[in-house]
């Protein structure tokens, strides 16, 4: 799991979830199960799409993150 890339300049990841903290560690695992690269960062939630309701996140910002994902990079 990668969680100091900074997502702003990797075109590649994919944000495929946002979750509470309680379900990261499963989510993670499932993710490199079956193939990908995870990074989880934490939610910001002024840079979530205007389509989300941010209260949650604006009144609990430390109980949720992103789950972001990449095709493994094979060197």
Excluded: H
Excluded at 34 to 44: N, S, T
């Amino acid at each position: 799991m990668n969680n100091s890339e900074n997502i702003n300049n990797t075109a590649d990841w994919l944000r495929r979830s946002i979750t509470d903290n309680e379900r990261v560690d499963e989510q993670v695992e499932l993710y490199e199960s079956i193939g990908f690269e995870v990074m989880v960062k934490d939610v910001v939630p002024e840079q979530l799409p205007p389509e989300y309701c941010k209260e949650c996140f604006i009144s609990n910002p430390e109980k949720y993150k992103i789950i972001y994902t990449r095709k493994k990079v094979v060197e």
